[in-house]
């Protein structure tokens, strides 16, 4: 089975990143990603490539190289679903916010009118893949709503997990640690791994059956991210006994069955996976009645909540107990560094904290608008979008942030942080000058020297 055209369901931060670089790579096969939305379609076709929806390093250069020539950005779903013989599913499967499993389970919604367009569409045999992390056992759900059409189309259904990393998607795309195709059929198989093997040598191109490709991912996920919150609860003990958490994570890092990655004490995890994925694992669990394995691992999300609330309480204690109406600069809004996503980050907590504390936040981040910053907070709901806008401002400079603020706090790690003139920065804040780096980014004894009174995380 050679594929010539593909399409791809979700312009988003999976979906477009992935069909550019299998564009990229395989310059004979028809790419055509899709998207219900207008907006985000026209901004994946604009000329300008810095207005890209998703800012990724070096996704600028993969897109000006095969947008146009085998890859296209487009609204109309049916057209592409007609003409594909493979099809990838990349849309948003947001944890439920109404009804059974509300706040634990995926919302399956947009997968199934997913699949029942695909069913209502589809003239021709197809594969299908499943892009989006899913819990397990959504490929089923597929194959019933795809068999049941009763139009004689054949569907093959696969599932090709997502391993790339917001900020360094070009480059995990680009050279995967591995790339995991679970499946029935192996001529459909065998076709998802020719397009993979453009680039990917073989060896690291792994088949299983559809279960376990579905849960390896959840797992994977729950497995980073416990690494995450383990660290970060030994940050507080840390605190209180005068070891120094870096040092310590260096330490361990060196044991070779450790490994020294994702051990970085931080302010929480956040993006659109971890947090929703150990949902998932837990829902799935408790359904199977495994109460010790569904609590085991919801441990992991009920410390990255504390070391959440924790850092906006120490932000609070260590300015005397109150915040109300002091101006605190929030140095990057982002998950993470070197996205635009804001899905989940640490920073929207955190700032929800401390305005229940009547704080005036001030928030600049180098890639996030605005529009998305109120939008995050106005989503919890914890007060009215006016007061949001009275007690939020935002900025595109950080020397405005920092003009008579109160303190600092550095909620994502980006770069040009550490670069900053803390000594003119310094002078423009108010007096005690506090630095709170929920990332330790920066570099703790010279602010100390300069005068700041700095906290960091875990020393
Ligand atoms: C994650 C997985 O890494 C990826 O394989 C999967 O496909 C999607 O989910 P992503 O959410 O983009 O990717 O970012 P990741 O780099 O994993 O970071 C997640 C969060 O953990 C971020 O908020 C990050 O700042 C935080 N983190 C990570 C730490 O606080 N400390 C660390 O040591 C590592
Ligand atoms: P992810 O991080 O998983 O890529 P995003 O929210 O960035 O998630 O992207 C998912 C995209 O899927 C959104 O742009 C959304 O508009 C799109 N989408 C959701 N449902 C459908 C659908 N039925 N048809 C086409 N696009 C859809």
Redesign the pocket.
Known sequence: MKIKKIACIGAGYVGGPTMSVIAQKNPNIQVTVVDLNQARIDAWNDNNLDNLPVYEPGLDAVVAEARGRNLFFSTDVNKAIDEADMIFISVNTPTKTYGKGKGQAADLKYIELCARQIASVAKSDKIVVEKSTLPVRTAEALKSILKNTGNGVNFHILSNP??????TAISDLHNPDRVLIGGEDTEAIDALVDIYEAWVPKERILTTNLWSSELAKLV??AF??Q??SS??AISELCEVTGANVDEVARAIGRDSRIGS??????V???????QKDILNLVYIARSYNLKEVADYWEQVIILNDHQKSRFAEKIIQTMYNTVNGKKIAFLGWA??KD?NDTRE??AIYVADHLLEEEANVVVYDPKVSAEQIYRDLDYLGTRTSGENRRLVTVVNNPYDALKEAHAAAVLT?WDEFREYDWVEIKRGMKKPAFVFDGRNVLDGNQLEKLGFDFKSIGR
């Open positions: 997502e391993f790339l990393a917001e900020g994977a996920n980073l991210a690494r995450v660290i970060n990655k994702f051990l970085k004490a931080s929480g995890f956040g993006g659109s996976c971890f998950f993470k996205t980050s640490a790690e």
